[in-house]
């Protein structure tokens, strides 16, 4: 009898898997929004374009653009779900683009408008375009007719690489909320016949503070950690009536850090780059192969990064983002009383950055 | 002879019938209720249910392994022992279905917004009826069988290491927190399940290796805990882990395979398995004490007035908030029998042993 009473509640749960029904999601039916970007509108509303991508393979479109400006950010789902015969979800969004007067005005509520809903999660990644993200969103560039898609690769690409540290939703609140670090973004720009990435964009509070250009992107990063591999060049000047340049690649760098107290709310923030890697191009007179030589350079190398470093420190401290993270070391470096009564805020700027770059140089590649 | 209960089997049912669904806000609520660091506060946890279990297993060495049940009748009238059963299997059926419906409207929040929830707890409700009326060692293999299944997703924490930070963790210890007392009533619902190991004596081999095997399963849940709330507190930032109201449901949602990726439904999917078991044991301990009060009626029978029971309670609570309360405060009451049961019985023991040794 039990047995029969079983296979009835068997079938009964199979019946009540049509209780789903309006939940039913069927792929052709979806209109996956891959790309979404933000813009500030007149009066201070929000300029939204999602980019959903066109899965018939008839079709000669690979994308389709909506377009709403509304008040607030999940108001522009509701309207733009009304301009497309596919019902929209969010569970595959990959980037938002967010124009830079509407990071001006602060990223904050909208990304916690992003976060509370739970089909997007906190891989997506987050960058700011320098003018209008929605036009650079829209563009097809011909190299890349979906410019949502490209950009998403570029940024997962540069990010993997160093140039741009990674940013995700994730790490943008993680720093966002500690009260020892100011998140960053990098910066997607139109450059004509492609879409690029042009630098780093510095937050506080969540509001866009000042950038720097992608080709510091790397003296950042050795201030802000370790890295696995990073390339740069660099121009030591004319020495002997040769212009003297250096591709420093396969860059490894381990980062040490420690505080001084100077008593009187004054810390001294010391950042110790242990750098390593191998000499791709050197248009110089001396020959590498000599260790004397090569220490020479791996000098003027160090001094040169170090310079980069300490103008870049400098600029951070006038702006007042602390986007190394050196509040993260002196906090831990406090109480949790003296932390908490200290106005971090006031005291950054005045604190005393000192870098220390050690340069190795593993090898010089397979040329004399 | 009567089949046994390992001490393997032992161990598994404990850890599989303590992990249930706090263990998605559990990193939450630590750093919210202890501040900075908080994931510390697990091990006087771990202290405290390990003196708990010790309580049992008094009542174990005293009763030379006997029946609880069996012990109160000795020396309390059924009438006044009545209400005492049904005051217990009311709290741990009702606990028990509140723990099943939370992880229902979840999955609902974050797989199926539309759908009515009750009819997946009407689906788990079956499967659940359909576990309990097979009795404990069929519960037990069930249990075994679901903690291999869900083995390997422990190894998932090592994704997230490299972004973890020992910066992040701060040095600060406990700092920053709010309404301790309350925090800790809470979170000790985390730890509830093991109290039910108390009715596995008949069941269980006389050995010390059984007993040892609670302290175990235990053990190993405190360090599954330890393990991932030390991950979220140097993965998130602390200010961003107050934030986050289910921490493991954001950790499982940043998984990504360069084939695939947001995982986190099929791996949420997993955690029904876990689920499952929690709200087995419960309802199989609610049994457990209705049989003693109606022993006439058939197993299945009763197994079944009981889910529907449970059932129509679960239509009560309608949001994730209330039925955060309920189990809020019907965990307050697990937690008074999880230490008042053994007390009790320890009590009982010490005055029937008097009692014969007079004779």
Known sequence: MYKRLSAVLLLLLVLLLTGCNSDERILEKLGMVQTASYDLAENDRLKTVYSVPVIDPESSERRQLLKAVTDSLKEARVLLSKQIDLRLVSGQLRTVLFGLNLAKEGLGDHIDTLLRDPSIALGVQVAIVDGEAGELLSKSFKSNKDTGTFVNHLLEKESSSNIIPPTTLYAFTRDYHDDGIDPIVPIVKDQGDRAGISGIAFFQDGRFVMKIPSKDGIIFALLRGDIKQGELSINLGERNGRKVRVMFSSMLNKRKVSVQHLGDNRFKFIIADSIQGSVLEYTGHEDLSQSKKRHELERDVAEYIRGKAQEMVKKLQQNNVDSIGIGQYVRNSLTYKAWKSLDWSKVYPGVEVECRIKVTIKDYGKYM | ?359
């Not at chain 2, 009567?2 to 850890?15: C, D, G, I, N, R």
């Not at chain 2, 005051?87 to 059926?93: F, N, R």
Request: with cysteine; glycine share 6%.
């Open chain 2, 1 to 359: 002879m009567m089949e046994k209960l390992s001490p393997f089997h032992v161990a598994v049912l404990v850890y599989m019938s303590q992990i249930g669904i706090v263990v998605f806000a559990l990193p939450r609520q630590l750093a919210d209720y202890f501040g900075t660091n908080g994931w510390l506060v697990l091990l006087p946890g771990l202290l405290v249910t390990s003196f708990n279990i010790y309580l049992i297993t008094l009542v174990h060495r005293l009763g030379d392994g006997k029946s609880v049940f069996e012990i109160m009748e000795r020396s309390i009238p059924k009438a006044v022992l009545y209400p005492v059963y049904l005051g217990l299997c009311s709290v741990w059926l009702i606990f028990g279905c509140m723990i099943g419906k939370k992880y229902v409207l979840l999955f609902q929040m974050i797989a199926f917004p539309t759908t009515n929830p009750m009819l997946f707890k009407m689906a788990v409700d079956v499967l659940l009826f359909l576990l309990i009326i097979k009795g404990i060692f069929t519960i037990s293999k069930a249990a075994t069988f679901f903690f291999w299944m869900t083995f390997w997703m422990y190894f998932l924490l090592f994704w997230f290491l490299p972004s973890f930070s020992w910066v992040r963790l701060t040095p600060f210890i406990l700092q920053g927190g709010h309404d301790q007392v309350k925090g800790a009533l809470e979170l000790y619902t985390a730890y509830l399940g093991y109290e039910l190991s108390i009715l596995l004596f008949p069941y269980m081999d006389k050995s010390k290796k059984s007993l040892a095997a609670i302290y175990a399963g235990n053990a190993f849940l405190s360090l599954l805990y330890i393990c991932l709330s030390l991950v979220c507190f140097g993965f998130f930032s602390f200010g961003q882990l107050k934030k986050l109201l289910f921490p493991l449901l954001d950790l499982l949602g940043y998984i990504q395979f360069p084939f695939i990726e947001r995982l986190e439904n099929m791996l949420y999917g997993f955690f029904l398995f876990l689920i499952l078991m929690t709200v087995a044991m419960y309802w199989w301990g609610a049994l457990e004490a209705m049989r003693r009060v109606i022993p006439k009626l058939k197993i299945p029978v009763l197994a079944f007035l009981l889910t529907v029971i449970s059932y129509c309670i679960s239509f009560i609570p309608k949001t994730l908030d209330q039925v955060n309360n309920w189990i809020l405060y019907l965990g307050y009451a697990a937690t008074g029998i999880a230490f008042g049961l053994p007390v009790l019985l320890i009590a009982l023991l010490l005055l029937q042993g008097r009692r014969v040794s007079r004779v």
